[in-house]
Each structure stands twice: as structure tokens, then as C-alpha cells.
């Protein structure tokens, strides 16, 4: 039996991943456990959770894998100042230091770290370095249903790379070609981000929801100025406009006199008619330059399917558009497309890349086992962490539980839904969700403002049977991971009037639109997650319920967390959670909690415990 522990840190979203003869054992991101959102130190509590998930030690580890390689990040660092000497000296001197005292000791670091999980630890030899944008692609190519595939990797930066190219045919994976910063998609898109008053790293969420409320009328003075496609595919940006190379913001002032605003201040400035069509042009330009990628490599590779990596791979605007367009007849995208993939990536990379071990393949399906690879609680350590939070609880049998949630659903409440293994990567998929009745006009906002705590334009998802997403949506194939955001189904809609019609931005969120308008966006389209018996046969079966009682085969789905705060990992996570928001249902496996009957003195104060991300 040989192990391969994965570890991504340092950057962001640090994570752990852990593979036994190749498969999957476990995953996680380290912020799950700190609860520090987007935690990028070293993940000593998910390396932990893989190694007791699979009974091992840190020593019986046959190889350690780092998902990139830090000589060659400082090397682009060096190079990057020297480029633009003596501009960018505040930036490379708080770089520098940094640099010196850790980054470029990280395996010694690390091993130190090691020596932390067990005194015993001798490295001899198992630790290896990936490379960035080679962990993306081995986390989007191996755990694919393909045999053959092309393999695009698009984010901010890694080493040098920004975007890559790879081919994978069975076990072997090679990178073909690569665009190096600084001309990046990721960066671009971020630079907008900044731009419009959201955090870079974690706004890049909010600019896609709020581009459906504006138009693209800036479109061409971005593919004018700013961007250059080219017809291979790769395209160049314009540094003059930016600030990311040099400075401590993403853009500049040339920037802000070519679209004539200042940058807004979060804090300080409402969101305007001006920000929702920055966010729908820098969404349109997104999705033009991935499709001019994707054609071009169609054109070159004539292979039939696309695998897709890195955070601008979370677009799954992009990605429904993507897979409308039949560039590719078919395409899979890593769940964790982000940095916490990496240490999955690396983990894959080197058993099978490196120790050249053979894939074991199913026709169909892929190898993420649903992404539910994070912990799971017994009833036992459900109910003793429960009770030592202070919670009163009843515990139902398993049909007397789904009916019970079903009907809460079914009666407009918002429902915390704790159960099984949590999710690998930024999207809960029914392990640790909040849940609500679609159907419902006012369930948007009510989760938004009250249990989310988040702005109100923010959409969310639906959790649909699969065998019955074709009924509802424009799409008929599995899309497990939330990846792809599709229409609402003609015959599902209602015809706004011309009064509504004429409405604009943030106005509109009001209007029904559909049979379903907690799960229906401006534009009619949704982020569709196709619930599977096989991955998680109690959220479909409690899915089937729900449809069995009022006809409507989907639930609302959002993560179970309020803005800032990672999604719960612990039934005590969610407890306290639930005793902070309006939710006024907690089920924690068999465990069933009322509002109500909670003790009043244990109400925390979510609104102003996390800071906004």
C-alpha cells in the first residue's frame, strides 16, 4: 500500500489532499478548521484530518508533494522588479523580506513542520516539488471521466505561468504551451474586481453574480484598450492600465480616466448602475477570450473533450456558455478549481506523471467520489458535540427526518443541513448547506439579509434531481459540482410586463419570473448542482420528498456559512451558526433542532462576528 499526502499553502486556500495506490482518501481546505476564510498558512489540521481519516502518520507518508516550486516564484519576483526598476519598490520591499526568512527555505520549513505531526520524521527524500500550473492540470485531467482530453488551467499567476495548455492520454499528462505573466485572464478579471469595490481573492464571486444586472457597455473599450486577442488563441494586456506588477492596487489611474470613475470604496460608496456594467462587460470579455481559447485548441488538437483547472475555471457563467458553444462535445471541471485543488493536483501529478502508474478508469464517471471528501461525524460525536454546545435536540429515524424536513422546507422555513462528508473545494453540495423552498418569492431575501448576511443581489443555486434537470433547465447531463450555469426552460418562465422590463440593476431582483424565483437570476439562468442517489442518497432522497409533497423537484442551496466565515466543518460550526442567523431549522445527521427551543442565551451576534469577504 503506498500513500501520497498533497499540500497547497502559503498563497491562499491552503489545503491537504491524501491518496492511498492512487485513489482518493481524503480532502480539505485548512480554513474548514481555523475557520479563517481563505487560510493560507500551513494546513497542519487538514494534513491531520487525511492522515486520521486514513489511520496513518505523517511517517508512513511513501511521498510529500508541494504543489509548486517557490525558486521559480522568486525568481519571477526578481525579475518582475528588475522589468520595472525603480517603480514597485514599495511592493518587492515587503515582498523581499518575507522571501528571504521563509520562502526560500520551504523545505527546510516544511520539514520542521513535519517533525510537528510526528518528532520521529526523517524526510529522506519524500519531499518533491509540483509545479503550480501542473498541479491545476493533473487536478482537472486525472480525476476526469477521459481517456484522452485537452487540459486548459487559467488564473492569476503561478510561477511564471498564467494559463497553460496541457494534453493528457491515459496516465501521461504534458504541458504544450503556457502564456506567462504578466498577461493573465485571472489578473484581469481581479483588476476589475478591485475596481469595482470587491475583494480581490474572494469578490471575483460577486462580480459574476451582479453582471447579469447591468449591460455590457464597456465591452469594447476593454477589447479596445486594454485586451488583445489573437488567433491562436493566447491574448495580450496592456500594463500601462495596471498596477499589480508594481504597486499595491490592481489598477491605475490611467485605468480609471479610461472608464471615468475613481476605484469604489466598499465601505463608503453604494454600488451603481456604473459597477453592474463593468461587472457584465468584464464577464462578456471573460467569456470571449475563453471561447477564442477554446476554439483555437479545437482547431489544433482536434480532441473532442476539455478539462478545466484554475480559479478562472470557477466562472461557471463562463463555463455554461463554454459548453453551449459545443467547441468541445464534452468538458469536466475540477471542483476545487482554485488553489486548494493543488494539493490534490500535486498528489495526482506525481503517481501518476512521475511514478507512472496507470489510471483506473470508469466509462462515465469521474474519480472525485462527489467531492464529499471532507469529515464525517458519527451520531455519537454529533449528539456529545451538540450537548456540549448547550443544544436541545430530538433525534428522528431516517423516514420520520425526511418528512419532517421536507414539510419545513415545504412550509418556507430556512433549514441548516449537516450531514455525511464535507466538500472538497467552494461550493456546498448537500453536505453542509442551508436550504430553502424554491418556490418561494421571498426566500432569496430572506436568506441573503438574514442568514447570509450578504448582499442582496447575490443569487443562488438549486439542488435538482438529476433525472429531472432536463424538465426545468436548458441542460440534460450530470453537473455534480455546480460548475455550469444553464437557463431556465421557456415553459418555466413568466413574461415580465413593460413596466418590469424597463426596470434596471437591482430593481429587478423583485420581480417573479419564474415558478421557481428563489433560484431564478435576472437573466433566467441558474447554477445548476444535479443531486445523484449514488454520491448522497439521503439529500436525494429528501430532494424526492420535497418534489413528492409540492411538485418541485429542487431546493435552494447555499453554503452553510454567513459572509466572511468558512463553510461549517463540525456539528459545533454549525450550531453556533445556526444560533447567529435566521435559520430556524438545524438537522446534524439524525439530530433535529428547533429554534425555538434553543436556550435565548446562546444566540450569538453572525452579523458582526466575521469580517466581509
Given at each position: ?67 509548486e516550486k517557490p525558486f ?30 521563509e520562502k526560500l527555505f ?226 469536466w471541471v475540477q471542483p ?278
Open positions: 500500500m503506498s500513500w501520497v499526502l498533497g499540500i497547497a499553502a502559503y498563497y491562499h486556500d491552503s489545503s491537504a489532499a491524501l491518496l492511498r495506490d492512487g485513489e482518493i482518501v481524503a480532502a480539505a481546505q485548512e480554513e474548514r478548521f481555523t475557520r479563517k476564510k481563505h487560510d493560507a498558512g500551513y494546513p497542519r489540521r487538514a494534513i491531520d484530518y487525511c492522515l486520521a481519516e486514513a489511520g496513518i502518520g505523517i511517517g508512513d507518508c511513501d511521498h510529500i508533494v508541494f504543489y521559480l516564484k522568486f525568481e519571477r519576483l526578481l525579475e518582475t522588479y528588475l522589468a520595472f526598476a525603480p517603480r514597485g519598490l514599495t511592493s518587492f520591499s515587503r515582498a523581499i523580506p518575507v522571501w528571504l526568512r520551504l523545505k527546510d520549513m516544511m520539514i520542521g513542520e513535519f517533525k510537528l505531526h510526528d518528532p520521529a520524521y526523517r524526510d529522506e527524500g519524500r519531499l518533491k516539488f509540483s509545479e503550480h500550473h501542473f498541479s491545476h492540470a493533473a487536478s482537472a485531467f486525472y480525476p476526469s471521466p477521459f481517456e484522452e482530453a485537452v487540459v486548459l488551467t487559467l488564473d492569476g499567476v503561478g510561477e511564471w505561468a498564467t494559463s497553460t495548455v496541457a494534453i493528457g492520454r491515459g496516465r501521461e499528462l504534458e504541458i504544450v504551451k503556457e502564456m506567462r505573466f504578466p498577461h493573465s485572464l485571472g489578473l484581469l478579471y481581479s483588476a476589475v474586481t478591485y475596481y469595482t469595490g470587491f475583494r480581490v481573492n474572494s469578490g471575483e464571486y460577486k462580480l459574476m453574480g451582479l453582471a447579469p444586472y447591468g449591460e455590457p457597455k464597456y465591452r469594447d473599450k476593454i477589447l479596445e484598450n486594454i485586451v488583445c486577442l489573437k488567433e491562436d488563441g493566447s491574448f495580450w494586456l496592456d500594463q500601462s492600465y495596471f498596477n499589480y506588477c508594481t504597486g499595491l492596487t490592481m489598477t491605475n489611474d490611467k485605468f480609471a480616466r479610461l472608464f471615468g470613475q475613481a476605484p469604489r470604496k466598499a465601505d463608503q460608496e453604494p454600488l451603481t448602475r456604473f459597477h453592474m456594467d463593468m461587472a457584465r462587460s468584464i464577464q462578456e470579455v471573460t467569456e470571449e477570450i475563453v471561447l477564442n481559447i477554446a476554439r483555437a485548441l479545437r482547431r489544433q488538437y482536434d480532441i473532442p473533450n476539455l478539462c478545466l483547472a484554475g480559479g478562472v475555471a470557477l466562472n461557471c457563467v463562463a463555463n455554461g456558455k463554454l459548453l453551449r458553444e459545443k467547441i468541445f462535445d464534452d468538458i476545487a478549481a482554485g488553489d486548494a485543488g493543488g494539493s490534490l493536483g500535486a498528489a495526482l501529478a506525481l503517481w501518476h506523471s512521475e511514478l507512472g502508474h496507470q489510471r483506473r478508469m470508469e466509462p462515465g464517471r469521474d474519480r472525485m467520489r462527489g467531492a464529499y471528501l471532507g469529515p464525517e461525524f458519527t451520531q455519537d460525536e454529533i449528539e456529545s458535540q451538540l450537548t456540549e454546545a448547550g443544544a436541545r435536540f430530538r433525534v428522528l429515524g431516517e423516514d420520520e427526518l425526511i418528512d419532517h424536513v421536507a414539510g419545513a422546507l415545504a412550509d418556507g422555513k430556512a433549514v441548516g443541513w449537516f450531514q455525511g462528508r464535507m466538500e472538497f473545494g467552494p461550493r456546498a453540495l448537500g453536505g453542509r448547506s442551508i436550504l430553502g423552498d424554491p418556490r418561494s418569492p421571498t426566500m432569496q431575501k430572506l436568506l441573503n439579509l438574514k442568514v447570509k448576511y450578504r448582499e442582496s443581489f447575490r443569487p443562488f443555486a438549486p439542488s435538482v434531481l438529476r433525472e429531472d434537470v432536463a424538465e426545468w433547465f436548458m441542460l440534460d447531463r450530470d453537473s455534480p459540482y455546480m460548475a455550469l450555469v444553464a437557463g431556465l426552460r421557456k415553459d418555466r418562465r413568466r413574461d415580465m410586463t413593460d413596466e418590469e422590463q424597463a426596470l434596471f440593476g437591482i430593481d429587478k431582483l423583485n420581480v417573479v419570473r419564474s415558478s421557481i424565483p428563489a433560484v431564478t437570476h435576472v437573466d433566467y439562468s441558474a447554477r445548476i448542482q444535479t443531486v445523484h442517489e449514488d454520491t448522497n442518497p439521503r439529500y436525494h432522497a429528501l430532494i424526492s420528498r420535497f418534489k413528492a409533497l409540492t411538485g418541485c423537484p429542487l431546493v435552494v442551496n447555499t453554503s452553510f456559512n454567513v459572509r466572511g466565515e468558512p463553510i461549517v466543518c463540525m456539528p459545533g460550526d454549525a450550531f453556533h451558526c445556526f444560533m447567529g442567523t435566521g435559520i430556524e431549522l438545524l438537522i446534524c445527521g439524525n439530530a433535529v433542532l428547533e429554534k425555538a427551543d434553543q436556550v435565548a442565551a446562546l444566540t450569538e451576534d453572525y452579523r458582526n462576528k466575521y469580517q466581509p469577504d
